[in-house]
T-cell receptor
Framework: QKEVEQDPGPLSVPEGAIVSLNCTYSNSAFQYFMWYRQYSRKGPELLMYTYSSGNKEDGRFTAQVDKSSKYISLFIRDSQPSDSATYLCAMTSNFGNEKLTFGTGTRLTIIP | KAGVTQTPRYLIKTRGQQVTLSCSPISGHRSVSWYQQTPGQGLQFLFEYFSETQRNKGNFPGRFSGRQFSNSRSEMNVSTLELGDSALYLC???????????FGPGTRLLVL
């Protein structure tokens, strides 16, 4: 069983819809949680970063962490065609000393 | 500020050959991490270099090796290539010890 599980999709939603992307994990030592966005033929870019449990909002994006359930989410409001990409969750227990563990990514398409 | 650059962008090799990939981090960044990305396994951590020393290593065979130079540029080498080594190889740089890793566009390796 992988340390981080993520539904690969693909996920298609109409423009303007709210998108929910999720990851589950098994390692209770993970404390730092990230979401990356990867466009086709590009490297991943960091979207959101949260520490421990709670919510974090940045524009149309909200990241949520529930450490008790070992479950993290990324919500995209008012989705746009430019949001079409693969979204990867990543996590680590300690920056600098521990590697990032990634989910396999969810491919998202926003239909105009 | 220039981003992370990787060369070459595309590479075709045959089984048994070896390959060297290059990564130039963002100016001032001292940490370089390498990842292998495949559709089935997602992003898997290979190794991380900081100030010319390997600080972390993933679960890859010894055929995968790397090094970092005094100017923080890094190379990874794969010897005795196998078909399963076909993947997108990504490098990411950071100042060292922080959460924000900046990824390059990757080198797409095809092994025939």
């Amino acid at each position: 069983q992988k340390e981080v599980e993520q539904d690969p999709g693909p996920l298609s939603v109409p423009e303007g819809a709210i998108v929910s992307l999720n990851c589950t994990y098994s390692n209770s030592a993970f404390q730092y949680f990230m979401w990356y966005r990867q466009y086709s033929r590009k490297g991943p870019e960091l979207l959101m970063y949260t520490y421990s449990s709670g919510n974090k909002e940045d524009g149309r994006f909200t990241a949520q962490v529930d450490k008790s359930s070992k479950y993290i989410s990324l919500f995209i409001r008012d989705s746009q065609p430019s949001d079409s990409a693969t979204y990867l969750c990543a996590m680590t227990s300690n920056f600098g000393n521990e590697k990032l563990t990634f989910g396999t990514g969810t491919r998202l398409t926003i239909i105009p | 500020k220039a981003g992370v650059t990787q060369t070459p962008r595309y590479l075709i090799k045959t089984r048994g050959q070896q390959v060297t990939l290059s990564c130039s981090p963002i100016s001032g960044h001292r940490s370089v991490s390498w990842y292998q990305q495949t559709p089935g396994q997602g992003l898997q951590f290979l190794f991380e270099y900081f100030s010319e020393t390997q600080r972390n290593k993933g679960n890859f065979p010894g055929r995968f090796s790397g090094r970092q130079f005094s100017n923080s540029r890094s190379e990874m080498n794969v010897s005795t290539l196998e078909l399963g080594d076909s993947a997108l190889y990504l490098c990411a740089s950071s100042l060292g010890g922080e959460e924000t890793q900046y990824f390059g566009p990757g080198t797409r390796l095809l092994v025939l």
